[in-house]
């Protein structure tokens, strides 16, 4: 990309010393030590790194002109702004020629649910012949055959995203499917890109060591429905207590579908019944009825399934067919899956308070009358700590038995997240207390009978456990496997 492009087209507050220098920029980065001959590098400020401190490092590795929020001591120009997190999102979009207008681009936001929702929506759209690539918490993909492509972030930085994009209009796909965090939209890692459809599924405390405020943590998720216009959807979870704030951040102009449960929807589920095979419903669509067996369970995938289905009348896909399409689906990895029978162990990534209940409800329907439920969790550590007892309390009202272990307790001491966590406990007498979480699955194995329900919590599809400033491989479904013997 020519520099002058970039500098006739960005909203900069001023421009250094460019006289003489490169004309053309290769790359973008805002990583020094990845930085490459003829990059642009972006000087990001961020929660715990100022990237200005690393600027020298990347004109060393190659950088050829510097994005700063003040001017630095450095023989290469620079483009001064008011707020580098601000400006990478333009400076991608303009680098890889903006390829999400040139695509269908849905997205998925709510605290829990997103990978699910998106990943149905996906087969959806292959199911009517029409290619569809997705991005998020578990990489990205371009078909649903495809493996998935490593990704460090629910929805990745601008520079990634963009360039994801601009390869998924390169493959000849029209559609894209991606979760969109509230980190992501707080950081302006989604700004310039173009949105047709957006669809929440729920909002319920989560990333408050970010957000601080639920309402807080409302706003940035509503700005990915402020952002539609005119030939945009919405698709909104009728039940969810935020439902109507985000309705109302809902241009008239934009098709607006709801799904719910207990409120007055325009996809509905009522008749909902569990059983060890799945979930089934009727549901109810514009005056119409259409049965619905699943092989996924819980509450939860029912919902998420009415969020596919609304998805679907928003694209105009015929919807007994899409009603199909979904009950031959299984769940997502890591996500309510069984991993080992007698006894039945499910692996969920839940790591929320409403998560946690869900799952531990879905695990509770398919546990026998003979059988207990017992629950292995814990919770991640430089997170919302306010969370940690809630989650205690939760698996104590729910589960026959509790196994207290550690998540990721990163730079924390997981004897202290443990602590927070028994807190919300009115007693200890049924809670089993491991830090070490292959030990704590080694206990589950020593107390379970096999007509028992094992729900192994937090991880989900992780196939790594961050300890202090080490990162080691560890996945639960493997440790469940070896230790159980399924």
Known sequence: MRLR???DNLNYISLVNIDGFVTEIEGISYNSKKTQQNDLFICLTGEHVDGHEYAEEAVANGACICVVERQLNLDIPQIVVSDTSEVIAQIADLFYSSPSQKLNVIGVTGTNGKTTVTHLIQKLFEENNQKCALIGTLGHKFFSSDSY?????????????????????EKCIDNVVMEVSSHALAQHRVDYCDFNGAVFTNLTQDHLDFHITMDNYFKAKAILFERLVTGDFAVINADDSYATRFMEVVSPTVKLITYGINMTADVRA????????????????????YSVSLKMNGMFSVYNVLAAIATALALNFDIEKSIKVLENLGGVAGRFEIVVHKPTVIVDYAHTPDGLENVLKAARDITPSDGKLVCLFGC??????????????IAEEYADKVIVTSDNPRSEDPQQIITDILAGFKSVNNVIVEPDRELAIKEAAKIANPNDVILVAGKGHEDYQILANETIHFDDREKVRDIFGG
């Open 270 to 289: 009522k008749n909902v019944i569990f059983s060890n095979s799945g979930a089934s419903f009727i549901c109810e669509i514009k005056g119409k009825e």
């Open 5 to 7: 492009t970039l500098i």
């Open 380 to 393: 991640g550590g430089d997170r919302d700590a306010t969370k940690r007892p809630k989650m205690g309390r």
């Open 149 to 169: 492509h490593d990704a460090k972030h629910t929805t990745p930085q601008a520079p990634e995203l963009q360039s994801i994009l601009y390869d998924i209009n």
